[in-house]
């Protein structure tokens, strides 16, 4: 079982930037991929970025290419996103997930496949 925990939420000015930190305890965090979401009051869900169990390859919502960037260290067991020139649409509370993966290339954008969440942070960015 893995648990999962966020960090460095917070308000914030349009053009300001946040990072936020997800550890995880519990299991092997390398196994893992590794997801961040997103859910805006009165909003589903949605994917904004995700990395390889390795870190080698990235993924992100086209909403947030360019400006926000998804990293990890497996020797903190933690994934971080870094979030620069953040726009008032960008409020959400921030998940964490984390996805088992049999090969070194997977991740995904679908929150259906992953199997372990944080409890959120809230980001709100202020006009």
């Known amino acids: 079982q893995v648990q999962l925990v966020e960090s460095g939420g917070g308000l914030v000015q349009a053009g300001g930037s946040l990072r936020l930190s997800c550890k995880a305890s519990g299991g092997t965090f390398s196994a893992y991929a590794m997801g961040w979401f997103r859910q805006a009051p009165g909003k ?23 400006r926000f960037t998804i990293s990890r260290d497996n020797n903190k067991n933690t994934v971080y996103l870094q979030m ?29 496949r992953y199997d372990y969440w944080g409890q959120g942070t809230q980001v709100t960015v202020s006009p």
Not at 53 to 61: C, D, I, L, P, Q
């Open 84 to 112: 620069n020139s953040l726009k008032p649409e960008d409020t959400a509370a921030y998940y964490c997930a984390a996805e088992v993966v049999y090969t070194v290339q997977d991740m995904s954008f679908d929150d259906r």
């Open 44 to 66: 589903e869900r949605e994917f904004v970025a995700a990395i390889t169990r390795r870190g080698t390859s990235t993924s992100y919502t086209d909403s947030v290419k360019g």
